[in-house]
C-alpha cells in the first residue's frame, strides 16, 4: 500500500521475505537507556571538525539505547547492540564498556557480543576518542565526555539485562522517501551505469524495523536502519543536541509514554540507528547553492564535479534544507518526524516474524596491510592509513578549509603550499605509499604517525549478529551508498549459498561502530577522490578488503560449525595517556543575589503557544556537574498551589545558553528559554534553573534558581 503523510513523505510499505508458516521463535529480549551528555559548555563538538563550534549549552540530551536478544534455550548465545547518540565508535569507550559489563556479569557479556553504534550525529560532544586524529579539534581528550558515555552506555545496558524476559521479534521494511540525499552524486555517476540501472535512487530509501514484543503482547520497542547524515543541525550550531535520530526517539518514546520526561524510563525504547550514510545529507529544498553574498555566483548551484562557488569550497553549502528558513532546529525536527513516521508505519502493521538462532561474531584485523585476492584471481592489499587533500575541503554539509576542494586526486594541481608543509605534520609517504593510495593525493600520512601516539586505527573491529534471518554488519566505517550495497550483497549471496540462510536472508549494515576508521567507497567513487574517496583511508581496494573479511565471517555461523573465530591482534588502548589540554573550571562567583537570581525576568503579559519565553539567572559553569539522569532546568506548572515539572532539558522545546560574563571574576549567565508548544494547558508557570557552582577552595555545591510566574492562555 502506499501512504503519504503532509510532509510530503512518500512510503511504500514491504513486508520482509520471510517463511511465516514456521512457528514464531521466542527470545529472551531486553531494553535499556542511559544519559550519556558529556560538558555541554567550553568544549569542541563532534562531526564538522570545527575549533570554532564550541558549545554554549543545551539542546536535547544524548542517550545510549540498549538492546539485547538471547537465545532462551542457550542464554550465552546472546548480542548486545548500543545505539548511542554519538557521533561514532570508539575503540576506548567501548573498551571500557566490555571491562565494566564483564565485571558486573562474568561470562555473560564479551568481546565478541557487545557493539557500540553511533548515530552520528553532528551536534554532541567531542574529546572521547582513542586516536590522536579526532582528539586534534577538542584540544586532546575531554575527560568528562569519555566517562559520560561508557557509564550511560552501561547503565543502560544493565536497564536492559534487568528488564530480560521471554517475547518475541518481528521485521519489516519500508521505502521512505523526502528525508535524505546523495551529497556526492558526481562519485556516484562514476561506479558503473549498469550497477546503478538496479537501482531506482543513488542512495538507500529503505527503512528497516526489528520490532521488541513482550510475553503478554506489549511492545517494548524497536531498533531501526535507515541512511542519512546527523548534519540537519548545522555547523553554526553551538548547543548539544542529538540531531535527527535522537529527535525521531524523542519523538516515538513520548508518543508511547507522552507524560513521561525523556529518559526517565525503560517501558519503551526506539533506537534509529545509522546505516550506509557515507554520502547521504539531510534533504534540501534545491540541493547545494552558492551562499556567497555579494558574489556574482550568488544563489547559483555549486559547481557540480567539485562543490566549489568562485573555485573555493567555502560558500557551498546544502543548507537550503525543508526548515533552513524557518529556525535552527526545524529542518532537524521534519527529518526525524519523517523517520517517526516511517518507524509508526510499520509498528502499526503486521511484520514477518523473526525465527532462528541467535550469535555474535567479532574479530580484530589489522587493516592497514591486509593482502587477499579478487575473485578474479589477482592478488591486492590495502595500505597504511592516510587522508587525502579532498579530506580538508569538507562537504556540503560542512565546507571545510578554503586552500582545498572536493576532487582532488593525483591527476589535479594540488595545492603547492601543502604539497611543502605537509611532511611536517605528519612523516611524508614513501614511494610505497604513494603508489598503493594513488590516485589519492595524501595529505596527512597517517598510518605513518606514531606520535604523541596513534592517529588513525590499524586494527579495526569487525563484527557480526545473526538473529534468525536478520544478519547486522557492525562496521567500523561510514560506507557510502553503493559500497553499502555492494557489501550486503555479497553477504548475502555467501548466506545463501553456504546454506546458513535461505532466501529469507535479509542483511543491514550498522555504523559507525565500536572504532572510527572514516569511508569506503567503491574503487570508482575512490578513483574521484571527493571527500569520501579522500576519507577511505586504506587505499582503493577498502571496500573489498571489506567484503572479502565480512563474507569470510559467515562460514562462522554454520549450524554446529566446530571452528573458532580467532580473536586477532589488540588494538592499542591509547586513553591512560592522551592528551588533555581543556583547562578545568577554576572557580565560579555571583554578582549582588547570589547564584541561581533572576537578572532578566519573564514577561508579566501572558504568553500563548507558539511563543517563547524566557529569563536570564546569575549561573555557574555547568561542567561542574553534567546532571546524568538528571536535568538543569524545569518548566514547572502550579496545580492545586504545588509546582510540577512539565519540561527538562531533555524537551526539544527548550534550550539553556551559558555565556561567561567575565574570565577573571568567574561570573556568567545562563539564558533558560521554552517554546511554548500547541495544546499547552493554560495556566501558571515558571521556569527552574539547576546549577552547582565551584569555590575557590574546589568545593562544588548545587543551588536552585526560579524565574517570576508567568501565565499561559489558550
Known amino acids: 500500500m502506499l501512504l503519504k503523510s503532509r510532509l510530503g513523505v512518500l512510503f511504500a510499505f514491504l513486508l520482509p521475505h520471510s517463511d511465516t508458516s514456521v512457528s514464531v521463535t521466542s527470545y529472551l529480549i531486553g531494553v535499556?537507556?542511559?544519559?550519556?551528555?558529556?560538558?555541554?559548555?567550553?568544549?569542541?563538538m563532534m562531526g564538522y571538525a570545527d575549533m570554532n563550534q564550541t558549545n554554549t549549552g543545551l539542546h536535547m540530551r544524548q542517550h545510549s539505547r540498549a538492546y539485547i536478544v538471547a537465545d532462551p534455550s542457550n542464554p550465552s548465545n546472546r548480542i548486545v547492540f548500543i545505539n548511542s547518540d554519538i557521533g561514532m565508535g570508539d575503540t576506548g569507550v567501548r573498551t571500557q564498556i566490555v571491562s565494566q559489563l564483564a565485571a558486573l556479569y562474568p561470562d555473560v557479556y564479551d568481546n565478541s557480543n557487545i557493539a557500540l553504534v553511533g548515530t552520528h550525529q553532528h551536534s554532541g560532544v567531542a574529546g572521547y576518542h582513542n586516536y590522536l586524529l579526532p582528539q586534534l579539534t577538542s584540544l586532546g581528550l575531554v575527560r568528562q565526555s569519555y566517562e559520560a558515555i561508557v557509564n550511560g552506555s552501561v547503565h543502560a545496558v544493565v536497564q536492559a539485562h534487568n528488564s530480560l524476559s521471554l517475547g518475541s521479534l518481528s521485521l519489516g521494511n519500508t521505502t521512505l522517501l523526502g528525508t535524505n540525499i546523495n551529497r556526492s552524486p558526481y562519485a556516484y555517476l562514476a561506479n558503473p551505469a549498469a550497477e546503478r540501472a538496479l537501482y531506482?535512487?543513488?542512495?538507500?530509501?529503505?527503512?528497516?524495523?526489528?520490532?521488541?514484543?513482550?510475553?503478554?503482547?506489549?511492545?517494548?520497542?524497536?531498533?531501526?536502519?535507515?541512511?542519512?547524515?546527523?548534519?540537519?543541525?548545522?555547523?553554526?550550531?553551538?548547543?548539544?543536541?542529538?540531531?535527527?535520530?535522537?529527535?525521531?526517539?524523542?519523538?516515538?518514546?513520548?508518543?508511547?509514554n507522552p507524560t513521561v520526561f525523556p529518559g526517565a524510563t525503560n517501558s519503551f525504547v526506539a533506537g534509529f540507528a545509522q546505516s550506509n550514510v557515507g554520502d547521504t545529507s539531510y534533504v534540501t529544498v534545491l540541493g547545494a547553492y552558492c551562499e556567497s553574498p555579494g558574489d556574482p555566483w550568488d544563489g547559483q548551484p555549486c559547481?557540480?564535479?567539485?562543490?566549489?562557488?568562485?573555485?573555493?569550497?567555502?560558500?557551498?553549502?546544502?543548507?537550503?534544507?525543508?526548515?533552513?528558513?524557518?529556525?535552527?532546529?526545524?529542518s532537524n525536527r521534519i527529518i526525524g518526524t519523517n523517520q517517526f513516521n516511517a518507524a509508526k508505519i510499520l509498528m502499526e502493521s503486521s511484520l514477518g516474524p523473526v525465527t532462528g538462532a541467535v550469535k555474535a561474531l567479532h574479530t580484530y584485523v589489522e587493516i592497514s596491510n591486509y593482502?587477499?585476492?579478487l575473485p578474479n584471481g589477482t592478488t591486492v592489499h590495502t595500505c597504511p592509513a592516510a587522508m587525502g587533500f579532498s579530506f580538508a575541503g569538507g562537504t556540503t554539509d560542512g565546507p571545510g578549509f578554503s586552500d582545498f576542494t572536493q576532487g582532488e586526486n593525483s591527476t589535479s594541481v594540488t595545492n603547492p603550499f601543502w604539497n611543502l608543509v605537509k611532511g611536517a605534520v605528519t612523516p611524508s609517504p614513501t614511494p610505497y605509499q604513494v603508489a598503493c593510495q594513488y590516485p589519492k593525493p595524501i595529505l596527512l600520512n597517517?598510518?605513518?604517525?606514531?606520535?604523541?601516539?596513534?592517529?588513525?586505527?590499524?586494527?579495526?573491529?569487525?563484527?557480526?549478529?545473526?538473529?534468525?534471518?536478520?544478519?547486522?554488519?557492525?562496521?567500523?566505517?561510514?560506507?557510502?551508498?553503493?559500497?553499502?550495497r555492494r557489501l550486503r550483497n555479497a553477504v548475502r549471496a555467501k548466506l545463501i549459498s553456504s546454506g546458513v540462510l535461505d532466501n529469507s536472508a535479509y542483511v543491514v549494515i550498522a555504523g559507525p561502530s565500536n572504532v572510527y576508521s572514516h569511508y569506503v567507497t567503491t574503487r570508482e567513487e575512490y578513483s574521484v577522490q571527493r571527500y569520501e574517496g579522500a576519507s577511505t583511508l586504506y587505499g582503493p581496494y577498502?571496500?573489498?578488503?571489506?567484503?572479502?573479511?565480512?563474507?569470510?565471517?559467515?562460514?562462522?555461523?554454520?549450524?554446529?560449525?566446530a571452528i573458532s573465530l580467532s580473536p586477532g591482534p589488540t588494538p592499542p588502548n591509547q586513553i591512560s595517556k592522551s592528551i588533555s589540554l581543556q583547562k578545568g573550571v577554576f572557580y565560579d562567583s555571583a554578582p549582588h543575589g547570589g547564584f541561581g537570581s533572576v537578572i532578566t525576568d519573564v514577561s508579566s503579559k501572558p504568553y500563548t503557544a507558539g511563543g517563547t519565553v524566557s529569563a536570564l539567572f546569575n549561573g555557574a559553569n555547568p561542567r561542574n556537574n553534567l546532571r546524568l539522569e538528571g536535568t538543569y532546568l524545569t518548566v514547572d506548572r502550579r496545580v492545586n498551589d504545588i509546582w510540577t515539572p512539565v519540561r527538562s532539558d531533555s524537551h526539544p522545546s527548550t534550550t539553556l545558553r551559558w555565556n561567561r560574563t567575565h574570565t577573571i571574576l568567574g561570573t556568567s549567565t545562563v539564558n533558560i528559554s521554552w517554546t511554548i508548544e500547541s495544546g499547552t494547558?493554560?495556566?501558571?508557570?515558571?521556569?527552574?534553573?539547576?546549577?552547582?557552582?565551584?569555590?575557590?577552595?574546589?568545593?562544588?555545591?548545587?543551588?536552585?534558581?526560579?524565574?517570576?510566574?508567568?501565565?499561559?492562555?489558550?
Open 446 to 484: 597517517t598510518g605513518f604517525a606514531h606520535t604523541p601516539y596513534e592517529w588513525t586505527p590499524g586494527i579495526v573491529d569487525i563484527q557480526m549478529f545473526q538473529i534468525g534471518q536478520l544478519v547486522m554488519l557492525i562496521v567500523p566505517s561510514e560506507y557510502t551508498t553503493m559500497a553499502g
Open 681 to 714: 494547558p493554560a495556566g501558571s508557570y515558571r521556569l527552574t534553573y539547576y546549577g552547582d557552582s565551584k569555590s575557590l577552595f574546589g568545593t562544588i555545591s548545587s543551588f536552585t534558581g526560579h524565574s517570576g510566574t508567568f501565565m499561559v492562555s489558550v
Open 371 to 373: 593482502t587477499f585476492q
Open 32 to 44: 535499556g537507556i542511559g544519559d550519556v551528555t558529556g560538558p555541554i559548555v567550553e568544549t569542541n
Open 200 to 256: 531506482q535512487y543513488d542512495q538507500d530509501k529503505d527503512f528497516t524495523l526489528l520490532k521488541f514484543t513482550d510475553g503478554s503482547g506489549v511492545d517494548r520497542g524497536f531498533l531501526s536502519f535507515f541512511p542519512v547524515h546527523g548534519t540537519s543541525i548545522y555547523q553554526n550550531n553551538t548547543l548539544v543536541s542529538t540531531d535527527n535520530k535522537g529527535m525521531a526517539a524523542y519523538l516515538y518514546e513520548s508518543f508511547v
Open 303 to 330: 559547481e557540480f564535479a567539485k562543490s566549489t562557488c568562485g573555485n573555493v569550497t567555502q560558500g557551498c553549502r546544502g543548507r537550503l534544507g525543508p526548515g533552513f528558513r524557518i529556525s535552527d532546529f526545524e
Open 542 to 561: 577498502t571496500l573489498e578488503a571489506y567484503t572479502d573479511i565480512y563474507t569470510n565471517l559467515v562460514e562462522y555461523l554454520i549450524p554446529d560449525s
